[in-house]
């Protein structure tokens, strides 16, 4: 199919939709804003979290088109930013997947797999440093292939944004 449909392997149990949204008419007019320069050039070098990204040391670099470099005013403010993406490598038509990990195969939405009918990445990042005029924001780690589209940059609120008290029920952390 397209390199996306490579880049994962079939496993059992999995399924996928009757039409790829990839082939589907656009609807939502989603613009890209910029992109992500990161260390990672293959999904078997790429981290599969914030997390493991963060443990890598490797730092990242968010570079936001000239067309929307004021939209960056007062983001300076910020320690943590939140950076939408849109994870162009992965499959659309995959709806139900097996993990690894996993011993059943589970539906796209209680997953955080790339592969999904609209790939949306969420990341929550350190600004460690910006620059308006050249739209660069540095970024302390990142868990996307380099290249990687953005859709959008909020800042990050841990007064509205975090949830002490969230759970998913069999994993051991909150």
């Known amino acids: 199919m397209n390199e996306a449909r490579t880049m994962f392997e079939a496993r059992e149990g999995e399924r996928l939709l009757e039409s790829d949204p990839a082939a589907m008419p ?13 260390p990672w050039t ?12 963060r443990e890598t040391g490797q730092a990242a670099v968010l570079t936001i088109d000239p067309l ?5 005013a007062g983001l ?10 849109w994870l162009d490598r ?11 990990h996993a011993v059943e195969p589970k539906g796209v939405f209680s997953l955080r797999s790339p592969a999904r009918p609209n790939p949306v ?23 996307v292939l380099d290249g ?26 909150r």
């Open 68 to 72: 929307y470099r004021e939209g960056l």
């Open 121 to 143: 990445g969420l990341h929550v990042a350190r600004l460690v440093a910006l620059d308006i005029e050249a739209g660069r924001l540095e970024l302390d780690a990142i868990d």
């Open 26 to 38: 656009a609807d939502g007019h989603v613009v890209f804003i910029g992109r992500i320069a990161s």
């Open 90 to 100: 992965a499959p659309r038509n995959l709806i139900v997947q097996k993990p690894r």
């Open 148 to 173: 990687t589209p953005v859709i959008d940059v909020k800042p990050y609120f841990a007064s509205t944004d975090a949830f002490a008290e969230a759970v998913i029920a069999g994993r051991d952390e």
């Open 42 to 53: 293959s999904r078997e070098t790429c981290p599969k979290n914030m997390r493991a990204a």
């Open 76 to 85: 300076d403010r910020a320690s943590h930013v939140v950076i939408l993406s």
